[in-house]
């Protein structure tokens, strides 16, 4: 008669699956709770002491760690020497082995989590019970999703067994499974002493979605999460509307809410192709959108949009006459959806603002490996700056700086961003060298520039970019400082007038 060993934490659908594994004549062996549960359920079950001769003990943590319960899961039944050595132990086989771990992730989770806690929800039986069985797939059936049991009751129905591709599959699966596992334990261990550059790095991700295709239409493309949920992001903001996001959509969403963060009075930040074309701050939402809007009319088409507050009807009109490819908002009026959503394809998505910020990585992948640094969460604040010219910055031109220096921290460098001290006038972005992106920006902000500063993400290399500046209508730059011709650029300011800051922080975003 075929065994099957079944414990697990999550016991979704496990009675209904031992039945049917009963009514195929698969004799059950279980542990503990779960054992329990289907005694209720009046399902015959085998104790795993019945099996092992040998009581569960230290609070459940050995229980199947034994010969007995390992050999049958390892042992080759095409192999003499293993069914030999199976017969003389009186080592039963196990054909199918249903096991989900302890809840390691949810225990970390929780606000109030102690170690202790954390540590006694590390599986050591499970992990074990399910990699010697997957190993053993040419005869063990591993179940570790219940997604998976009615296609393992279907075969074993149809056809007195599973298939050796479906076993195959489910293993891979198991692997999958376990390394995430310990990829999470290993991370939360890591972070708990410390260790800022360990030797090993292992990243686990969930996917969130399958996405129709990559960058470009012949790439194929998927969205994975962190199972351990970073509220105010991208993977966390929910679609209440229009089609599927595309992996450029994703990519333009994350930099725009990060953009957003930056700011906690209303602010609307449009973004193209990982850039902002348009930031504006006011005092209300609609506001801060008209700001955004004027900053770029002709960029913002086909953008994407993110607004801090709660979008009312009044901006939801303003939205609707441009063609927009995502809206991510806190909420939106009862009005204001009905008028968005005459648009079908335009998506809708909403996202909790008031998460703090939290510290951590990023990675980057590279051919052959991965970068990993810290987010870029330093900003500098205006009494750490350093003003090194003769004229000094007028308060509005502090406010302005202080803007664009928000902003200027998410343009991909060579960055250079124009504004006034309620949005965006000009951006050079992405450019070979800083005085093509001076260019750029005031080009775009020609006209438009009483009251205007200039940003700049690094040093300037050479006192071009000043003077271009100054005689383009700019009184006043902020930049980090550090070249060593500072002093040029310093003299070439005072010439013309300009006020200068250093901030003594550089924010190239490649």
């Given amino acids: 008669m075929k065994r099957a060993l079944i414990s697990v934490s999550d016991k979704a659908g496990i009675v209904e699956f031992a039945k049917a594994l009963v009514e195929n004549q698969v004799e059950i062996i279980s542990t503990g709770g779960t054992k329990q549960v289907l005694v209720e359920a009046g399902i015959p079950t085998i104790g795993i002491e019945e099996v092992t001769n040998f009581p569960e003990m230290m609070d459940g943590r050995v229980k199947t760690l034994h010969p007995l319960i390992h050999g049958g899961l390892l042992g080759r039944r095409d192999?003499?020497?293993?069914?030999?050595?199976?017969?003389?132990?009186?080592?039963?086989?196990?054909?199918?082995?249903?096991?989900?771990?302890?809840?390691?992730?949810?225990?970390?989770?929780?606000?109030?989590?102690?170690?202790?806690?954390?540590?006694?929800?590390?599986?050591?039986?499970?992990?074990?019970?399910?990699?010697?069985?997957?190993?053993?797939?040419?005869?063990?059936?591993?179940?570790?999703?219940?997604?998976?049991?009615?296609?393992?009751?279907?075969?074993?129905?149809?056809?007195?067994?599973?298939?050796?591709?479906?076993?195959?599959?489910?293993?891979?699966?198991?692997?999958?499974?376990?390394?995430?596992?310990?990829?999470?334990?290993?991370?939360?261990?890591?972070?708990?002493?410390?260790?800022?550059?360990?030797?090993?790095?292992?990243?686990?991700?969930?996917?969130?979605?399958?996405?129709?295709?990559?960058?470009?239409?012949?790439?194929?493309?998927?969205?994975?999460?962190?199972?351990?949920?970073?509220?105010?992001?991208?993977?966390?903001?929910?679609?209440?509307?229009?089609?599927?996001?595309?992996?450029?959509?994703?990519?333009?969403?994350?930099a725009a809410i990060r953009i957003a963060r930056e700011f906690s009075e209303p602010v609307a930040v449009a973004v193209k192709h990982m850039n902002p074309c348009g930031?504006?701050?006011?005092?209300?939402?609609?506001?801060?959108?008209?700001?955004?809007?004027?900053?770029?009319?002709?960029?913002?088409?086909?953008?994407?949009?993110?607004?801090?507050?709660?979008?009312?009807?009044?901006?939801?009109?303003?939205?609707?006459?441009?063609?927009?490819?995502?809206?991510?908002?806190?909420?939106?009026?009862?009005?204001?959806?009905?008028?968005?959503?005459?648009?079908?394809?335009?998506?809708?998505?909403t996202l909790n603002f008031e998460q703090p910020v939290v510290k951590g990585t990023e990675q980057v992948s590279v051919l052959g490996g991965l970068l990993i640094q810290e987010q870029d969460l330093l900003l500098g604040e205006a009494p750490e700056w350093d003003v090194v010219t003769e004229r000094i910055p007028t308060v509005e031109e502090l406010k302005a700086m202080e803007f664009a220096w928000k902003v200027m921290k998410h343009v991909k460098s060579n960055a250079i961003v124009v504004a006034n001290d309620h949005h965006t006038l000009g951006i050079g972005a992405g450019q070979m060298n800083r005085v093509g992106s001076v260019k750029i920006a005031l080009?775009?902000?020609?006209?438009?520039?009483?009251?205007?500063?200039?940003?700049?993400?690094?040093?300037?290399?050479?006192?071009?970019?000043?003077?271009?500046?100054?005689?383009?209508?700019?009184?006043?730059?902020?930049?980090?400082?550090?070249?060593?011709?500072?002093?040029?650029?310093?003299?070439?300011a005072n010439k013309y007038g300009v006020t200068m800051v250093f901030t003594k922080v550089r924010h190239f975003r490649h």
């Avoid at 040419?138 to 219940?146: C, F, G, H, K, L």
């Avoid at 279907?154 to 198991?174: H, I, P, S």
């Avoid at 949920?229 to 679609?239: H, P």
């Fill in 79 to 254: 192999l003499v020497s293993h069914t030999n050595a199976m017969e003389e132990y009186g080592i039963q086989p196990i054909d199918f082995v249903c096991v989900n771990l302890y809840p390691f992730k949810e225990t970390i989770l929780k606000k109030d989590v102690t170690t202790a806690d954390a540590i006694e929800n590390i599986d050591i039986g499970g992990p074990s019970m399910l990699r010697s069985g997957a190993k053993n797939y040419a005869s063990v059936t591993v179940v570790v999703d219940p997604a998976d049991y009615a296609l393992v009751i279907a075969e074993l129905t149809e056809n007195g067994g599973t298939t050796l591709k479906t076993r195959e599959r489910l293993a891979a699966k198991v692997f999958r499974h376990t390394a995430s596992y310990d990829a999470l334990i290993a991370n939360y261990l890591t972070d708990l002493v410390g260790e800022e550059a360990p030797e090993k790095v292992t990243f686990t991700y969930d996917r969130k979605q399958s996405l129709r295709y990559g960058e470009n239409s012949h790439q194929k493309a998927s969205f994975y999460e962190d199972p351990l949920t970073v509220d105010f992001s991208i993977a966390n903001a929910k679609q209440i509307h229009g089609k599927e996001l595309s992996y450029n959509n994703i990519k333009d969403a994350d």
């Fill in 279 to 349: 930031v504006g701050i006011g005092e209300t939402i609609y506001e801060a959108f008209e700001h955004a809007y004027q900053a770029d009319k002709v960029s913002i088409f086909g953008g994407i949009i993110v607004l801090n507050r709660e979008v009312d009807l009044a901006t939801a009109e303003k939205l609707h006459t441009i063609f927009l490819e995502i809206i991510i908002a806190p909420s939106y009026t009862k009005e204001a959806l009905a008028c968005l959503t005459k648009k079908k394809n335009l998506r809708l998505m």
């Fill in 443 to 492: 080009e775009q902000a020609a006209g438009k520039l009483e009251g205007a500063v200039l940003a700049s993400d690094a040093f300037f290399p050479m006192s071009d970019s000043v003077e271009y500046a100054a005689t383009h209508g700019i009184e006043a730059i902020i930049q980090p400082g550090g070249s060593i011709k500072d002093q040029e650029s310093i003299e070439m």
